[in-house]
Structures are given as C-alpha cells and as structure tokens.
C-alpha cells in the first residue's frame, strides 16, 4: 500500500458543490496509449484542444464541473462494473473532425472524504490508460502517484491500496486517456466485502464522497516540467 501523507488533508472544503472538476482534451494527433504522451497533450505539445470549451460551459483553465459518478462509456467500451454509463458528449466529445472517443484525454480533479483512518482499497477500470495521484494540489508533477494502467486495454479493472492517516478530505487527480476504439471509464472504492462503490454516489452510504472545491487557496505547486516525465529520448547532461 501507499501512505498518504496526513499534511495533504485539507479540514474542510465547499460541501455545496459535491462531485469534481474535469478537464477534456481532444486532439487529432494519435495518443499512442502512453501517460507522459497524455501529460504532454495537457501541455498543447501535441495540438490544439479541438473540444469547444464554451459551449461545454467550462471555466477560464477548462475545467467543467461535474455533480455525478464517474462513469463513462462510449458505445464500444465495455460494460465494467457499473451501469449508469454517462457518454462522453457531456464533454464535447467526439469534437472538430473527429468522429469517436480517440485521443482523449480526461483531468479530473476532486476532493475525496476519508471518514476514519486506515486502509482503503481503490479502483479504476479503464479503456485505455489512467493514473490516480494525489499532493497539496493534485496536479503537482511531483504529486504521490497511488495507482495506475499505462497502456492500452479494453475495460478493465486496476486495484490499489492506500493508507489514510487521518480523517479528511484529499486532494486527487485522476488522468484518464483513450487512444482508439472502445472508451470507458469508473473510478471506485472496494470495501472488505468485496463490494464495489462508484465514488460520490450519494444514494450509496459505503461510496466516498468526492467535492470539487477548496473552501480557501490551495497551496502552489509544479505545473511544468522540462523535459517531462517520463519522456522518452531525454539527455542525460
């Protein structure tokens, strides 16, 4: 398991807006099912975002605010573990030229309430590729890294345990990336039962809740690394 550091905690976030902030990104260019091609396709470095923020309603750094699960399928991805199968025109996808789920990229953003200390096992079953992080803030390039899938899969589900140290809400990142073909995605907690929750599904008394907003700053943090990780081809000096 990963310790989370306790000093990421934050006592209190804005409980009026439950659920999370989520960023699309679609490009023309192939994402050829790699995180650190994600990363630098957050970046612009590998084209323009064809997805047409305003209309979407989203904020000045591209983020729309979303109150549900994650649970998102296209009509190719597989069925996972859950049925609400929200599509992913919610964010203006497919966009531009394109005509399907290739090359998309999600950023989603949230706050997750820890009730008590301990270990907790968390879940994401992807198509294709994901990475589940946390930090002061969360899209830290240094931020703790809990669980991720780098590569391409039909949907399928990726386990990790992680220890909380004291109650709180956390900050996390969840990256999601599609490359082609099928598209899904369900981020989740399993408790010892067995028993799998969709985070911040609130007719669900054993799902974490999930917020989208601090209720003071956040603290700064590393947005931009050069060369970036994991990139490949880098030199050495």
Known sequence: YTIVPED????????????????????????????????????????PNLIDLNAIGADALGYVYWSLEIDFKNQDGGNGNFDLNYGFDWFGVPAGSMTSEDNTTLEILAYVYFPQPGLYTMGVNSDDGFRVQTCYDPRDKFAVRLGEYDGTRPASDTTFNIYIPKAGYYPMRLLWENGWGGAALEWFTVTPDGKKHLINDQADPDALQAYAFPSAPTMPCVIDVTPSIGAQGARPD
Not at 17 to 36: C, D, H, K, M, V
């Open 8 to 47: 990421f905690a934050k006592a209190q976030v804005d409980t009026s807006y439950p659920g999370f902030n989520i960023r699309p990104y679609q490009t023309e260019t192939g994402n050829p099912n790699s995180l650190a091609w994600t990363e630098e396709q957050l970046a612009g470095l590998h084209g």
